[in-house]
């Protein structure tokens, strides 16, 4: 199988900042994205939360429903609470036969803060990893029972940021717990998304496809920015437009056949949202075909 190429509605209408593309209808968004190829489209904050009407909304743009994002709260509360919460979206998700869960631990994260520099970010103790791990490795167990993978999504401003996080995370769950990769998180992080590629490429069970502006990550990084004010400076952008090597990282993902998302947030006041998306459909297939997966 060949992995599928879907999009982010984070570039229409962005969740953290909901400013961006506050004024923008979901139509205007699916319209766009079926226009410039995307077969599939993640969750956003617009769109219907049942199932019904969600197939509804996604089948008129003959598109299907990729994943979606779940903030979990697994250091303060056990697997089984933790499934119980993510029961409703779990379930939405098996409704459209989505077959990945992405998730992110955000317990004191600060991506979603304007006011709080990326030097701030949450860090775990030596002493809160294993915890944490048994119990991401647990909740992944329980949802893999159902069908679906637990895809750990990696991000700017969380307790799961840096190479070593990532390394950290991997080397302490089990199998069942899965990798998101995100090559612009994993840049913007001082990681090599090749890199990461090629060592966990048994475990990576979904890519998000971002790149980088490199000038204004060094800005970014340099002045200490929140996470926000480096997204509005447009540190993101779509595959091909940046600093991010896609030809290696797709090379290193040999025999993947999960979804290939873009997601790259940027001010759609300054990116309008149908020429990049159509920019990073085409460059992405394209890096996709060089590399052998489609």
């Known amino acids: 199988m060949a992995p599928r190429i879907g999009a982010n509605p984070i570039a229409w209408s962005n969740d953290d900042l909901r400013s961006l593309g506050g004024e923008t209808p979901l139509e205007t968004c699916l319209t766009e994205a079926r226009a ?35 903030s979990a709260s697994l250091l303060s509360r056990e697997p089984e609470a933790e499934l119980a919460a993510l029961r409703p979206h779990l379930d939405l998700l098996k409704a459209l036969d989505a077959e990945v869960v992405i998730l992110a631990e955000t317990t004191g994260a600060i991506h979603g803060r304007p006011d709080r520099p990326l030097s701030q970010r949450p860090v775990l103790s030596d ?10 490795t647990a909740l992944a167990e329980a949802v893999a029972a159902e069908g679906l993978t637990v ?50 490429a048994e475990r990576v069970a979904h890519v998000h496809c971002k790149d980088l502006r490199a000038e204004v990550l060094r800005q970014a990084l340099d002045s200490d920015w929140s996470f926000l004010d480096a ?14 090597d896609f030809p290696e990282v797709l090379a290193a993902l040999p025999g993947y056949a999960g979804w290939l998302v873009v997601e790259a947030e940027q001010d759609p006041e300054k990116a309008p949202p149908a020429a990049y998306a159509a920019l990073g459909y085409r460059n992405l297939v394209t890096y996709a075909r060089e590399a052998g997966l489609l």
Request: hydrophobic share 45%; glycine share 12%.
């Open 127 to 136: 002493a809160e990893w294993p915890t944490f791990a048994a119990r991401l």
């Open 36 to 70: 410039a190829g995307f077969e599939g489209m993640e969750l956003g904050h617009k769109f219907p939360r049942e199932a019904g009407p969600l197939r509804q909304v996604l089948a008129a743009h003959d598109l299907d429903l990729v994943s979606g994002w779940y």
């Open 151 to 200: 895809a750990y999504h990696h991000h700017m401003g969380t307790v799961v940021q840096s190479q070593d996080d990532i390394e950290r995370l991997m080397a302490a769950t089990g199998p069942a717990l899965r990798l998101l990769l995100d090559t612009g998180h994993a840049g913007f992080a001082g990681a090599d998304p090749a890199a990461l590629a090629r060592r966990y």
């Open 231 to 244: 997204v509005v400076a447009g540190v993101f952008t779509v595959p091909g437009d940046g600093a991010v």
